[in-house]
């Protein structure tokens, strides 16, 4: 949940599916991502979020 404002954001999915299916052992080594969506959630309070540009690479 972020609590302040930002103006960039990265996120690497490798190290988060890793910690899944290696830490965690909730996922299999079997299953791949075949999508990627973006968005909020809401879930208290108000707010805005402004989105100029985002994108996706694939290696």
């Not at 079997?30 to 879930?43: D, M, Q, R, Y």
């Amino acid at each position: 949940m972020r609590k302040s404002n930002t103006s960039s954001a990265s996120f690497n999915i490798k190290n988060f599916t890793n910690y899944m299916i290696y830490t965690k052992k909730w996922m299999s080594n079997a299953k791949f991502v075949s999508s990627v969506e973006f968005g909020t959630e809401i879930f208290g309070s108000s707010g805005s979020m402004n989105i100029s540009k985002w994108n996706v690479n694939v290696q």
